[in-house]
């Protein structure tokens, strides 16, 4: 038996205060956000497909 929990951190030095703001953040900053997954068609992987395409 496991424990996963799952989130999002950002520093606090981007100035992103939500949720609804990191998409933004994301496209004016191609190259300078980077993330990791559990794996192909994990949740994780799949969220990040769609804020791609947001």
Do not use: C, H, R, Y
């Not at 038996?1 to 998409?23: C, K």
């Amino acid at each position: 038996m496991f424990f996963l929990a799952e989130g999002i951190a950002v520093s606090s030095e981007t100035g992103v205060d939500s949720f609804a703001q990191l998409p933004d953040f994301v496209k004016s900053n191609p190259g300078k956000v980077s993330f990791g997954t559990l794996g192909d068609q994990s949740v994780q992987q799949l969220m990040v497909g769609w804020l791609t395409q947001i």
